[in-house]
């Protein structure tokens, strides 16, 4: 019988959905273990043999506790709104819908056709109502909530609201908006319905307020950060600004302290927490207030380095701070407009990372030092970013190299108080460092203390006082979009109002265009029937509004990690509609145990997700504040992108006019780099090729009627080919490339030897953007999923990033066949096991196989465990072991790596029931204890032979043993030895 792997793969993916094989129970006796992948997007384009990484060594490890006895919970879904699935509507008119819907069948069908051990009885859809139900139940609870700094924890609104009617809010330690005026229990009383919402909107935990975003006219959406890159839009390359808009957000600055604290608790990868450590930023330091000349106005600052306020000589505003425009004087408005706008196409990432450029604006402004009393000229830079501190600095060029850099490039004085003195944090680290400043407070004072004194000096001026800081701000929460969670929220007087929580879930409306309107309102303003009848409790037509009892719904959605900071939790009972989770099930599974996902969601989803089940946990939702215990960050499979070179010729002058495309071949381009020739110099038809190209730009003559045509060796420019079109020596189908890129259909390719034409080779992260793609389905096909499961194993260590190389795979798939000979007859190829007892070699090859196998799974050093199959099978076929007691629990083994050929191994040696819960074999560590030495027997110190004796001889018994052998005789020849050197368990030498 041939190892027929499609015929067994597909009977047993059947058998394990019809008999829900990996189905997990709320209720079980066993002791329980939750593994969890980051569940993907569905995109268009399925999966490739990059993604499953993760999924396979989760499906591993829970196969591996399954067998272990746990019972496992093992769920998987789709994180299924997002802008891809609408921009395709926008495009194709088709409803995203649709499009997400037959994305997650392909998905699901490739998921499948892996053999994952996913409980899909519990399947998540972030797009489905029923489950965004529950991401809109949980925004109403965080929009009914305050966090108290005295308890440190949210609490219900209604708290709040009570302490407002006995006491007023002059005793409340909130976090809260900056700048609340005070008031008292009486004034509260009397205030108005909207006065009472709008002081209550500064306290919650999500609230309305205008706040700089990423906004992308093209898209007509506002983007985070992670979706932009190098100033432009992720998807489509499009311009992002930075502009100011009402928006949700959410006060996750209330938890920094709380999710820094947490870090300590959870194993995950220290370069992650690094990651979310520097994100949140904590730094302690002291708030500075400085007056405005001319103006009631200040300008509040945040300073790690109060010591060094002697030193100030500008101060340096965000161009998007409040102040700028009430500040800026008449005759430097226009270059600070003008600075304003060119600061807008720049996104804060950019402006973070660029160090070297040096730009700015003069308001025309002073502030008063709060010492000296000397005017501060205040001045406007990119480098201060509105959502950081404050946003507006005290500038110490001589003691921080940037405002230095400024100063000197805008001739700003610079006071030598600190010259020649190292006044960087990093120089009082270790060091009893004293500060030299203009006062006589400050000089003499060693470091830390020169900084308790400089805010005690402050806050007796009342103009500063101690403080943390947090880097981390208040994440935006709404988006200018369709395809996401509608908001459960009306408004009546411009103030929102949550719908109850037994109307939900509000449904996304039909509309007809996905694109914002043309009043510039978000695709939802598009909807007819978009409005909240209080009466009836239903979504009604807008020609219904009265602002008497219907009232407009919201118009943004959630983005898109509204729906993936909770999943984890709502997989515990996913089929509840009365509640987002039974305490049942949420006290039985309680946190996931293992989490396996990308590095590259640090400080997106896992920072928010974080955030989420704390203020879970403060609510008495779940039982841990944190959601997982253990993080693994998977490496990426990458792939080998290919490359073909465009020569970019100069047509008059201009570099910028359209070109007639010109491919050279891979080394011919090199060497016009490398060694600075010319086209001309290296092919012998150039004159063809010229005229070729002056014939497409013949409506580009210049005013002289000339054509000329500009060479460099250096206009090279390299584009992705699929690497479908290049075959195993680099060469490039061209025909097929011309019909894949209609636009190249003409173009001129320059071969090396008049047939060939190469193409370069980078390795890449697999992408489809890149065209490096290697589909799963044809590698399923032509080798089997157990072969891939293998193979994606073999490549390395778990968190390293890989290269593909299909012709590998051939590799894990030989070791598949010969596994499958081992329980099969070489002459017929039928199955035989036999009853007989093994060897002991076949023993110790089973046990040191179970022992490294269990290390391994429990390392997650899974490609170490396939070598161990490899080297397993190689000594058992060596020893001829066809015994049941060896090969059945090296089925089990096998099992997690490669399931589809361990259950037919299983079926076949006579079991009805799956082998996903069999019994993991357990090591014995006496097989590996060896009974018997293989002495080398040497005379006059020159080994003749070797003899089999047992570790329990004593030395005489070894002795007379190997005296009594018939070739020491024949090495003596009848002579006596002078003596007989014994060391037992090593060696033995006759000295004759």
């Not at 370069?271 to 002291?286: F, V």
Request: net charge negative; hydrophobic share 35%; glycine share 6%.
């Amino acid at each position: 019988m041939q190892y027929n792997f499609n015929e067994i793969e597909a009977k047993w993916q059947k058998y394990w959905a019809e008999n829900q094989t990996f189905k997990a129970e709320n209720n079980s006796d066993k002791e329980k273990f939750y593994v969890l992948d980051m569940f993907p997007y569905p995109s268009g384009a399925g999966l490739h043999v990059g993604h499953p990484l993760g999924y396979i060594a989760s499906d591993i490890y829970a196969r591996y506790k399954r067998h272990k006895g746990f019972n496992v919970l093992h769920p998987q879904g789709y994180d299924s709104f997002g802008l891809p699935a609408e921009q395709y509507a926008i495009q194709t008119g088709q409803h995203p819908a649709v499009t997400t819907a037959s994305n997650i069948k392909t998905y699901r069908r490739q998921l499948d056709q892996l053999g994952f051990s996913f409980d899909w009885s519990r399947e998540v859809r972030t797009s489905s109502p029923e489950y965004y139900k529950w991401t809109q139940w949980i925004f109403i609870q965080i929009f009914n909530s305050w966090y108290n700094k005295d308890v440190d924890k949210a609490e219900d609104i209604a708290s709040l609201i009570c302490i407002f009617n006995t006491d007023g809010n002059t005793t409340v330690n909130a976090v809260c908006d900056d700048a609340i005026e005070a008031f008292s229990a009486d004034e509260w009383k009397v205030f108005s319905a909207v006065k009472k919402q709008e002081i209550l909107l500064q306290y919650r935990l999500t609230y309305l307020a205008d706040t700089e975003v990423n906004w992308c006219p093209a898209l007509g959406t506002v983007l985070a950060n992670d979706e932009i890159g190098n100033g432009v839009s992720e998807r489509g390359g499009h311009p992002v600004i930075r502009k100011k808009m009402t928006q949700w957000s959410m006060r996750i600055s209330a938890y920094a302290q709380r999710l820094l604290d947490g870090l300590a608790k959870i194993d995950w990868p220290q370069p992650l927490k690094d990651s979310q450590t520097n994100w949140i930023g904590r730094s302690e330091g002291a708030s500075a207030v400085f007056k405005v000349n001319g103006h009631d106005a200040v300008v509040d600052v945040f300073t790690t380095r109060p010591d060094t306020i002697f030193g100030v000589s500008f101060m340096t505003l965000a161009p998007e701070h409040e102040l700028v425009s009430k500040i800026t004087t008449a005759e430097q408005k226009e270059a600070v407009e003008n600075y304003i706008q060119a600061t807008a196409k720049r996104s804060e990432r950019d402006r973070m990372a660029d160090v070297k450029t040096i730009t700015g604006a003069f308001t025309g402004a002073y502030a008063e030092h709060p010492f000296t009393k000397e005017p501060v000229p205040i001045w406007i830079g990119d480098y201060v970013l509105a959502g950081y501190g404050t946003g507006a600095v005290m500038s110490v060029p001589c003691g921080d190299q940037r405002d230095y850099d400024f100063a000197k490039h805008f001739n700003i004085p610079i006071p030598n108080i600190f010259e020649g003195i190292d006044i960087s944090e990093e120089a009082y680290a270790d060091k009893d460092k004293t500060v030299i400043a203009n006062s006589d407070f400050l000089n003499g004072l060693p470091y830390k203390k020169a900084v308790k004194r400089a805010i005690f000096e402050l806050e007796k001026l009342g103009q500063g006082e101690g403080k943390i800081n947090y880097r981390l701000r208040d994440a935006v929460f709404s988006r200018q979009r369709y395809w996401g969670e509608p908001f459960p929220v009306y408004y009546i007087d411009g103030m929102p109002q949550m719908i109850e929580a037994e109307h939900l879930p509000i449904k996304l409306p039909e509309v007809e265009k996905y694109l914002p309107t043309e009043t510039g309102e978000p695709p939802l303003g598009n909807a007819e029937v978009w409005a909240w009848d209080i009466l009836t409790n239903k979504v009604v037509h807008n020609s219904e509004i009265n602002n008497s009892t219907v009232f407009p719904l919201e118009l943004n959605t959630m983005p898109g990690w509204a729906g993936s900071s909770q999943y984890f939790n709502r997989y515990m009972d996913p089929e509840n509609s009365e509640e987002i989770f039974s305490q049942k099930a949420i006290n039985y599974w309680q946190d996931v145990d293992l989490y396996i996902g990308g590095s590259e969601h640090a400080t997106g989803h896992l920072l928010y997700s974080r955030f989420w089940q704390k203020f879970m946990f403060d609510k008495g939702l779940v039982p841990k504040d944190e959601f997982a215990k253990k993080l693994i960050n998977q490496g990426m499979i990458t792939g080998t992108s290919a490359f073909v070179c465009r020569w970019d010729y100069v047509v008059n002058g201009d570099a910028e006019i359209l070109r007639f495309p010109v491919f050279v071949s891979s080394n011919l381009a090199q060497r016009m780099e490398k060694e600075s020739l010319f086209l001309e110099d290296l092919i012998k038809n150039y004159d063809v090729i010229r005229a070729r190209i002056m014939d497409k730009h013949e409506g580009n003559r210049d005013e002289k009627g000339i054509i000329k045509i500009t060479d460099s060796p250096k206009s090279i420019t390299k584009i992705h080919s699929d690497v479908s079109l290049v075959n195993s020596s680099d060469e490039l189908d061209i025909e097929g490339f011309k019909k894949w890129r209609s636009e190249y259909a003409d173009a001129i390719f320059i071969t090396e030897d008049d047939r060939t034409f190469k193409v370069s080779r980078e390795v890449e992260k697999m992408s489809k953007s890149k065209y490096n793609v290697v589909n799963p389905d044809a590698i399923c096909e032509e080798y089997g999923a157990d072969s891939l499961r293998l193979y994606e194993m073999f490549l390395g260590p778990l968190e390293q990033s890989k290269p593909w190389n299909t012709a590998g795979i051939t590799g894990t798939h030989s070791f598949l066949k010969k596994l499958w000979r081992q329980f099969h007859t070489a002459e017929n190829a039928s199955f035989m096991v036999s009853e007989e007892e093994p060897s002991k070699e076949s023993w110790k090859t089973l046990h040191k196989t179970i022992k490294k196998v269990e290390e391994d799974i429990e390392n997650f050093s899974f490609n170490t465990s396939v070598s161990t199959f490899m080297i397993c099978v190689n000594e058992l076929s060596a020893q001829k072991c066809v015994s049941r007691q060896i090969l059945e629990p090296l089925a089990i083994l096998v099992s997690p790596y490669a399931p589809h050929i361990a259950e037919e191994l299983w079926h076949k040696l006579g079991h009805t029931e799956s082998i996903a819960t069999a019994p993991f074999p357990k090591f014995e560590g006496k097989y590996l204890v060896e009974s018997s030495k293989e002495y080398p027997i040497s005379f006059n110190g020159k080994m003749k032979f070797t003899m089999e004796l047992s570790l329990e001889l004593s030395k005489d018994e070894i002795e007379a043993a190997v005296m009594a052998n018939e070739k020491t005789q024949q090495q003596l020849q009848g002579r006596e030895p002078k003596k007989v050197i014994v060391v037992p368990g090593k060696i033995v030498n006759i000295v004759g």
